[in-house]
């Protein structure tokens, strides 16, 4: 078993990843949330952005253990018992066997606390939850970061995987961001609020001030297509690591 480690971590030093490629993001407005879905997407309503940069991909595996190695960044808990995985209708803990990792996989089991100090460390932040579905959407009105047309294997990775799948194996957004639909949940710096979008700021906003919950986004690869649409809210408490929930960072 420590054979194999050692070999896995020579593997991460070897990778080359383009997760730390940041795209411009041009700011403007767009129309944040739906008339269509859950209560906590009401009402929609318009939001104006300051230009901002964001990851192109997820934080992959090589990225993140990197910043272990320089001493920046804790250990994500692979390996420890703390990561979850849903399973029959429950949380249940679980160590994640070496052939479901690998070094252009995104990270994760991390909690909401290690993914802001990786950041951190590169100058950048988690991004404001508008500023993850502005980005996401590409600033239009689509279903999907990729349109509206249904989710299927080629367009995201999905529950027919069983297991995420390396960075920017699907097509880019319109903004050339890879995987903000599927792969992975990912990790934001807003705190949940269910009624924020009724008393929200219209520009730059960076959610409630005080919370129990962190919004995640976006859909992992054993989300259900409802929770794969851009709009689509949900929130984790910030200690809470998942078999299906990373991160990306962005910068101004």
């Not at 508008?130 to 080629?154: I, K, L, R, T, V």
């Not at 990912?186 to 005080?210: I, K």
Request: aromatic letters at 12%; hydrophobic letters at 35%; one cysteine or more.
């Amino acid at each position: 078993m420590i054979l194999l480690e050692k070999k896995f971590l020579l593997l991460f030093a070897a990778a080359v990843t383009i997760c730390s490629q940041s795209i411009p993001i041009t700011g403007g407005s767009f129309t944040m949330g739906s008339a269509n879905g859950a209560d906590d997407e009401r009402p929609e309503h318009v939001v104006t952005l300051s230009s901002f940069k964001v990851d192109k991909t997820e934080v992959t595996e090589a990225a993140y253990e990197a910043c272990v190695q320089s001493g920046r960044c804790t250990p994500a808990h692979y390996t420890d018992g703390l990561c979850k995985v849903w399973k029959s209708g429950a949380f249940e803990n679980v160590i994640v066997p070496m052939d479901r990792r690998g070094p252009d996989l995104p990270v994760v089991c991390v909690t909401w606390h290690q993914a802001r100090a990786y950041c951190k460390s590169y100058g950048k932040t988690l991004p404001s939850e508008a500023q993850w579905e502005y980005a996401a959407s590409s600033g239009n009105n689509d279903e999907f970061a990729w349109g509206n047309d249904s989710p299927d294997d080629s367009r995201c990775v999905q529950p027919s995987n069983s297991r995420p799948d390396n960075v920017c194996s699907r097509a880019a957004n319109a903004f050339n961001l890879c995987d903000m639909t599927g792969n992975v949940w990912e990790w934001t710096n807003d705190y949940y609020a269910r009624d924020y979008y009724a008393w929200s700021e219209t520009t730059d906003p960076s959610g409630p001030d005080v919370g129990l919950y962190r919004v995640i986004r976006g859909g992992g690869w054993y989300s259900i297509g409802s929770q794969l649409r851009v709009r689509n809210r949900n929130w984790s408490v910030p200690d809470f690591a998942d078999v299906s929930l990373g991160f990306r960072c962005v910068e101004r």
